[in-house]
């Protein structure tokens, strides 16, 4: 029955994805670095090349992260009958993100998305107020669209979330599931794959480089350019790339060195293995680290009782009444058919401790508790069980059985570390205003004096 929500395999075995380099092409620049293949971009010598620091790959020990993350929907309780409003939707967001740092959990990720019946149409406005009022949990996207927004601006509003979050954040980029969002944007559907990848590529070129001259496909091109802010301490946002059926998404994420996310939701247990299990193999294959060493990331679902039964008995109503689920499935088929655990704390416990031997270890666990119209009192509960029963004994029992060899969760301070070992973060600070609000031959007093930026002409 659920086989159907995912027949999208294919053969993964020798696929090379339009926009990245086939085997034995990859230039190598210095121990640890590969060349950028993002359109056609001009030397100019103000590069910082993508080294180990990308992928978030250190001896500085930060384990599992462990986390919660939402679509941003809008959905009738029904139970009530009632809707939220939109401004309850995200003051009632902000709650369920402070209650989870509260409880100490690791990361709140939200979705995006740009219609009704979902309200997170600006991510990082929403991550930005979440981040000001919260302690240390590390906030993120689930997912930030790739496809449709312009790299640049993506490139210019992590920086500055990244900043304002004094580190404290990440993304997830996606492709999105939302049809007419690509002509609302002014993007062509069918280019969807090549639009992921290409928009990528100068995404990782905007954080890497203080000026950068490129050409592709589908955007003007930039002369020039730099990017601002520059990343903080000079250390790109690290990067997850969320994909459930696009091999070519995930020989792109091990080409750089990025974290893969298959987010374990809507389909038969270990579904999701085949893809993963490809992308460790690339990752080895592109000299990151063994395939147990690559960055990977897993989502799921989860409704917590005190029993068994009466976590069954009261989630019950909200599946059945959810369009996506309730008209389908049944509940106790469900839960026994996917990753999604429904059942007392020991029983969420155990389930999701099979992720771990289905798909090696990993380095990221999300749960979404907040879906099928859930009241805001019910899943700030959910929070709070999650982060002090859950998620306390998973930690125990995740490392006890991880493989002495599996990296650590990425996080800026590591890869801060990785990058600099002992020695100051660059913090990059401005050559004046030359006229026309724009610096002289370099943007930054650190960058090669040598260099003359070339702007573009305006006649």
């Given at each position: 029955?659920?086989?159907?929500?995912?027949r999208?395999?294919?053969?993964?075995?020798?696929?090379?994805?339009?926009?990245?380099?086939?085997?034995?092409?990859v230039?190598?620049?210095?121990?640890?670095?590969?060349?950028?293949?993002?359109?056609?971009?001009?030397?100019?010598?103000?590069?910082?090349?993508?080294?180990?620091?990308?992928?978030?790959?250190?001896?500085?020990?930060?384990?599992?992260?462990?986390?919660?993350?939402?679509?941003?929907?809008?959905?009738?309780?029904?139970?009530?009958?009632?809707?939220?409003?939109?401004?309850?939707?995200?003051?009632?967001?902000?709650?369920?993100?402070?209650?989870?740092?509260?409880?100490?959990?690791?990361?709140?990720?939200?979705?995006?998305?740009?219609?009704?019946?979902?309200?997170?149409?600006?991510?990082?406005?929403l991550?930005?107020?979440?981040?000001?009022?919260?302690?240390?949990?590390?906030?993120?996207?689930?997912?930030?669209?790739?496809?449709?927004?312009?790299?640049?601006?993506?490139?210019?509003?992590?920086?500055?979330?990244?900043?304002?979050?004094?580190?404290?954040?990440?993304?997830?980029?996606?492709?999105?599931?939302?049809v007419?969002?690509?002509?609302?944007?002014?993007?062509?559907?069918?280019?969807?794959?090549?639009?992921?990848?290409?928009?990528?590529?100068?995404l990782?070129?905007?954080?890497?480089?203080?000026?950068?001259?490129?050409?592709?496909?589908?955007?003007t091109?930039?002369?020039?350019?730099?990017?601002?802010?520059?990343?903080?301490?000079?250390?790109?946002?690290?990067?997850?790339?969320g994909?459930?059926?696009?091999?070519?998404i995930?020989?792109?994420?091990?080409?750089?060195?990025?974290?893969?996310?298959?987010?374990?939701?809507?389909?038969?247990?270990?579904?999701?293995?085949?893809?993963?299990?490809?992308?460790?193999?690339?990752?080895?294959?592109?000299?990151?680290?063994?395939k147990?060493?690559?960055?990977?990331?897993?989502?799921?679902?989860?409704?917590?009782?005190?029993?068994?039964?009466?976590?069954?008995?009261?989630?019950?109503?909200?599946?059945?009444?959810?369009?996506?689920?309730?008209?389908?499935?049944?509940?106790?088929?469900?839960i026994a058919?996917?990753?999604?655990?429904?059942?007392?704390?020991?029983?969420?416990?155990?389930?999701?401790?099979?992720?771990?031997?289905?798909?090696?270890?990993?380095?990221?666990q999300?749960?979404?508790?907040?879906?099928?119209?859930?009241?805001?009192?019910?899943?700030?509960?959910?929070?709070?069980?999650?982060?002090?029963e859950?998620?306390?004994?998973?930690?125990?029992?995740?490392?006890?059985?991880?493989?002495?060899?599996?990296?650590?969760?990425?996080?800026?301070?590591?890869?801060?570390?990785?990058?600099?070992?002992?020695?100051?973060?660059?913090?990059?600070?401005?050559?004046?205003?030359?006229?026309?609000?724009?610096?002289?031959?370099?943007?930054?007093?650190?960058?090669?004096?040598?260099?003359?930026?070339?702007?573009?002409?305006?006649?």
């Amino acid at each position: 029955m659920l086989l159907a929500l995912g027949r999208w395999m294919g053969t993964l075995v020798g696929t090379v994805p339009h926009g990245v380099v086939q085997d034995g092409t990859v230039p190598i620049l210095a121990e640890g670095c590969m060349a950028l293949p993002s359109g056609r971009s001009g030397g100019n010598g103000i590069h910082a090349q993508a080294c180990n620091v990308e992928q978030g790959m250190t001896t500085n020990s930060s384990g599992m992260q462990f986390g919660i993350f939402s679509v941003s929907d809008i959905s009738r309780n029904p139970v009530t009958g009632q809707t939220p409003s939109e401004a309850e939707r995200i003051e009632g967001m902000i709650q369920i993100a402070q209650r989870a740092d509260e409880v100490g959990l690791d990361v709140f990720a939200i979705g995006e998305h740009h219609n009704p019946p979902f309200f997170s149409s600006s991510p990082t406005t929403l991550l930005a107020a979440i981040a000001a009022t919260t302690k240390q949990i590390v906030v993120s996207t689930a997912t930030t669209l790739i496809t449709t927004n312009d790299p640049v601006k993506i490139a210019e509003d992590y920086a500055m979330l990244q900043h304002v979050a004094k580190g404290r954040m990440d993304l997830m980029l996606g492709r999105g599931n939302t049809v007419p969002v690509y002509p609302w944007f002014g993007k062509d559907i069918s280019q969807g794959l090549p639009l992921a990848l290409e928009n990528y590529n100068l995404l990782h070129q905007l954080w890497s480089e203080d000026v950068v001259d490129w050409e592709g496909s589908f955007r003007t091109p930039l002369q020039g350019f730099t990017s601002t802010p520059r990343p903080l301490d000079d250390v790109a946002p690290f990067i997850w790339h969320g994909s459930i059926r696009t091999p070519e998404i995930a020989e792109q994420a091990a080409y750089y060195g990025n974290g893969y996310f298959a987010n374990n939701i809507l389909a038969p247990s270990f579904h999701f293995k085949p893809l993963v299990d490809f992308y460790r193999q690339r990752f080895e294959h592109y000299g990151h680290g063994t395939k147990e060493q690559a960055i990977v990331g897993l989502g799921g679902q989860a409704f917590i009782g005190r029993t068994s039964q009466g976590a069954r008995d009261q989630y019950r109503p909200y599946f059945e009444g959810s369009p996506i689920y309730g008209h389908a499935y049944s509940l106790d088929d469900y839960i026994a058919q996917t990753p999604t655990s429904v059942g007392s704390v020991q029983e969420v416990i155990d389930k999701t401790l099979t992720f771990q031997e289905g798909f090696g270890d990993y380095q990221r666990q999300l749960w979404n508790l907040d879906a099928a119209g859930l009241p805001l009192e019910m899943v700030l509960e959910q929070v709070e069980i999650l982060g002090t029963e859950v998620v306390p004994v998973l930690r125990r029992e995740l490392a006890s059985r991880r493989s002495p060899g599996a990296a650590d969760a990425p996080t800026h301070a590591s890869r801060v570390l990785a990058k600099y070992g002992d020695a100051a973060a660059r913090q990059p600070r401005p050559n004046p205003n030359r006229g026309g609000n724009v610096t002289g031959t370099s943007p930054y007093q650190d960058s090669d004096a040598a260099y003359r930026v070339d702007y573009p002409e305006v006649f």
